[in-house]
């Protein structure tokens, strides 16, 4: 068995992470950095693979390759600091992956594609990532993501106007703080942002939930019961939509995040259901 990790997760203790797998199983061992090795090439591998690291080895091994051969197992050991994946899915020790990374919704931000492992934040959760990243860049230290939504909720970020599209239908918004779309649950290393989603929905419904409408001071006040999801009891200014084809335009640029990786100046971003891709598929299947 070969262990793929990350020695950057886990605020670079990613091997000392992988070594705990030692504990899990008897099969030998064999470890490696995920970087030295395209992803291409690590699922030719004849041996049963495990990565290890966070969210974010998970979507690069997803975005990396066209498709993974059904036949081709690989488990997966968290070892990073938002785990949102793991939270989601509610399991530990060695995970089996392959049901989690099968029929994936699809985004195209600023003219790339993506597919999406647990959701994309758009607003001010994009606005925190964006800030984060500056931050890393000048310092090794510790990003305080709470003390940057606090800042931006109170002076820094600009709420824009939003124009969501849902399965044909159109909605209109003002002041939109949130407006993320969602295949798991959680993300932003916590916030449960739609608690009914379900990523392995059988229809494969995604979810675009927004947050609009109230001021800086009520705005902060109910931002912690994002944690918990209980900020959807809040209807004055929380809604959630399910569907398969969403489009989410702001009246300005913004920051977005997909998986945890930042994208500036944002105007607006798609994300089909994988059951809009495989409806279309088998249209062109069935005019060819």
């Given at each position: 068995?070969?262990?793929?990790?990350?020695?950057?997760?886990?605020?670079k203790k990613?091997?000392?992470?992988?070594?705990?797998?030692?504990?899990?199983?008897?099969?030998?061992?064999?470890?490696?950095?995920?970087?030295?090795?395209?992803?291409?090439?690590?699922?030719?591998?004849?041996?049963?693979?495990?990565?290890?690291?966070?969210?974010?080895?998970?979507?690069?091994?997803?975005?990396s390759?066209?498709?993974?051969?059904?036949?081709?197992?690989?488990?997966?050991f968290?070892?990073?600091?938002?785990?949102?994946?793991?939270?989601?899915?509610?399991?530990?020790?060695?995970?089996?992956?392959?049901?989690?990374?099968?029929?994936?919704?699809?985004?195209?931000?600023?003219?790339?594609?993506?597919?999406v492992?647990?959701?994309?934040?758009?607003?001010?959760?994009?606005?925190?990532?964006?800030?984060?990243?500056?931050?890393?860049?000048?310092?090794?230290?510790?990003v305080n993501?709470?003390?940057?939504?606090?800042?931006?909720?109170?002076?820094?970020?600009?709420?824009?106007?939003?124009?969501?599209?849902?399965?044909?239908?159109?909605?209109?918004?003002?002041?939109?703080?949130?407006?993320?779309?969602?295949?798991?649950?959680?993300?932003?290393?916590?916030?449960?942002?739609?608690?009914?989603?379900?990523?392995?929905?059988?229809?494969?419904?995604?979810?675009?939930?927004?947050?609009?409408?109230?001021?800086?001071?009520?705005?902060?006040?109910?931002?912690?019961?994002?944690?918990?999801?209980?900020?959807?009891?809040?209807?004055?200014?929380?809604?959630?939509?399910?569907?398969?084809?969403?489009?989410v335009?702001?009246?300005?640029?913004?920051?977005?995040?997909?998986?945890?990786?930042?994208?500036?100046?944002?105007?607006?971003?798609?994300?089909?259901s994988?059951?809009?891709?495989?409806?279309?598929?088998?249209?062109?299947?069935?005019t060819?």
């Amino acid at each position: 068995m070969i262990v793929y990790y990350n020695p950057l997760a886990a605020n670079k203790k990613g091997l000392e992470y992988a070594e705990k797998i030692k504990e899990l199983t008897d099969e030998k061992l064999e470890f490696k950095d995920v970087r030295e090795t395209p992803y291409s090439e690590i699922l030719k591998s004849e041996e049963k693979i495990v990565l290890c690291g966070g969210d974010g080895t998970i979507s690069r091994l997803i975005n990396s390759v066209d498709e993974i051969p059904d036949d081709k197992e690989i488990y997966y050991f968290p070892a990073g600091t938002g785990n949102d994946f793991l939270r989601d899915i509610g399991k530990d020790g060695l995970i089996l992956l392959n049901p989690y990374i099968k029929d994936l919704p699809v985004a195209q931000i600023k003219g790339k594609t993506y597919k999406v492992l647990n959701g994309i934040g758009y607003g001010v959760d994009g606005y925190c990532c964006e800030q984060g990243d500056i931050l890393r860049a000048k310092s090794d230290k510790p990003v305080n993501y709470t003390a940057i939504a606090i800042k931006g909720v109170l002076f820094n970020f600009k709420p824009a106007n939003a124009v969501i599209t849902v399965d044909g239908k159109k909605y209109e918004y003002k002041k939109v703080w949130l407006a993320p779309t969602m295949n798991g649950r959680y993300y932003g290393g916590g916030m449960c942002v739609t608690p009914n989603q379900d990523r392995l929905n059988p229809e494969r419904k995604i979810t675009v939930a927004i947050w609009h409408t109230a001021g800086r001071i009520k705005t902060l006040t109910r931002f912690s019961s994002i944690f918990n999801g209980e900020h959807i009891k809040y209807t004055d200014m929380f809604e959630t939509i399910e569907g398969y084809d969403v489009e989410v335009r702001f009246d300005r640029p913004t920051p977005l995040q997909v998986d945890g990786e930042t994208v500036s100046g944002v105007e607006s971003y798609t994300m089909k259901s994988a059951a809009v891709s495989k409806n279309t598929e088998n249209k062109q299947e069935t005019t060819v």
